[in-house]
């Protein structure tokens, strides 16, 4: 890996830490040549500290470590991208990361939907929300219908028109992610088995 340490006077470049499973940015850190062999060899993420001016491994005093998973340059190679396995929260104030995020496994818009059924069962008013007039009629409705929607699939699945078969299919996982809820669980807990599969 040829980091261009000589772009900064201070032959300093940006670490952008990022949890390797859950992809989100941990902390940003500096790293010299040193401190980059140092992540290498230990695999465990080391910086530059500007305020002690000295290696400091992340987690020597707390325990926190962050455990190495992989490190790419950048296309300008002034800039790494460290992802890793934290070992407890990151940020020295006790938080997962140093902008006080929650570091756990999202999926983007699918976590928003999960989130916004969860909301309408919550809120119930079955007159207004589809969600939760289908709540209200339990857990054999919700998984009947879930049935329906996956026959639906398979008939657009043998037909030519993708646009029928890409709404219906959006109404099966639709009607999988009430489903689930329905039985105490979220997408993550699925996506954990699938990776127990492996």
């Not at 772009?7 to 010299?32: H, R």
């Not at 020597?60 to 992802?83: F, P, T, Y």
């Not at 709540?135 to 699939?153: D, L, P, R, Y």
């Amino acid at each position: 890996m040829n980091v261009d340490f000589n772009k900064s006077p201070d032959g300093l470049v940006p670490a952008v830490i990022q949890d390797a499973v859950t992809n989100k940015v941990l902390m940003l850190g500096y790293m010299d040549a040193d401190a980059l062999e140092k992540t290498i060899d230990t695999k465990l993420v080391t910086f530059f500290s500007r305020s002690k001016q000295r290696l400091w491994t992340k987690g020597e005093e707390s325990g926190n470590v962050l455990n190495l998973v992989d490190i790419k340059l950048d296309c300008d190679s002034d800039a790494l991208l460290v992802r890793a396995s934290p070992a407890g929260p990151t940020c020295h104030k006790g938080t997962d990361t140093c902008w006080n995020e929650s570091n756990t496994q999202t999926y983007g818009f699918i976590s928003e939907l999960e989130e916004t059924i969860a909301s309408r069962i919550k809120a119930g008013n079955s007159e207004k929300s589809y969600v939760a007039s289908l709540f209200e009629k339990g857990i054999n409705k919700i998984a009947q219908k879930v049935g329906e929607e996956a026959v639906e699939v398979v008939i657009e699945a043998k037909d030519n028109n993708d646009d029928l078969f890409l709404e219906e299919s959006a109404d099966l996982f639709f009607h999988y992610l009430m489903l689930l809820q329905a039985k105490g669980f979220k997408i993550n807990d699925v996506v954990e088995v699938l990776k127990g599969r492996g």
